[in-house]
């Protein structure tokens, strides 16, 4: 090995460490202090709440890679529950980090919504609950629904830009994997390296198809995503399933792969029409002012 090579293995380290934890970690900049007084202002997590006739079913909400329940949802979180819905949002795939989640095992992040989802019905009284996940949290759960009997629990997942398929992240999974690396990340934050492109996680998970019976799946996807590449891994293929571009619904929409999950009102909106959609209004670039 050359004196080069042990360096440009440390910047493709760097680089992909950078593109996934401290994407999430940029979201908890200067929320430390603020995280649980957001939390009890969001209103989610209210296990007294009892769903509606007009919204039977609670929401369970789902961060990305690095990130953490409260500065994932700081939007969507409110407005649902100002909107009637009981909303509840979990933390998991914990590493010691204290703000920065979501980066343990796949497979134990699974079992952790399990039990949360277990949790949240046995409080509301409710069979069914939706998922709406972003990022690794739009991914996470379908191993939940396929290995863990998740199907018999859920109605439907909306998941913001999961990379189902996997992601290259703009070429660094190769860089990583062909600087020998990525045996470190997997004893570290093993989320990272299960969600690459031709990862042993996603080739198993993905084997005998994308969806299982009896749920049904949304995913939304932005043409700007620059961490879940290219854009389109993050569509299954199967019944029940449908996948949108954001910029179908409006071809100005800017968002990012952090920002369609965190604030883009325009795939919110289409979210609520998801969730219920016998009041569904269209979603167009107006949305973005509701």
Known sequence: MTGRAPSAALRALRALFA???LAGASLTTGMAHAA??????GGWNDYACKPSAAHP???VLIHGTGANSVVNWPVLGPDLVRRGYCVFALDYGQVGLPLNHGLGPI???ARQLDAFVDRVRAA???????????SQGGLMPRYYLTYLDGADEVHHLIAIAPPNHG???QGLAHVVRAAGLEPALMRTFPAIPQQLAGS???TGLNADGDTVPGVRYTVIATRHDRLVTPYTSAFLRGPNVRNILVQDLCPADLATHASLGVSDRIAHHEIRNILDPAHATPTTCASALS
């Open 107 to 109: 497979e134990r992040s």
């Open 36 to 41: 649980p007084s957001a939390a009890r202002s």
């Open 200 to 202: 042993a996680f996603l």
């Open 167 to 169: 992601t290259t992240v």
């Open 57 to 59: 079913r609670p929401v």
């Open 124 to 134: 509301t009284g409710a069979r069914e609950v939706d998922l709406v996940g972003h």
């Open 19 to 21: 593109a996934t934890v």
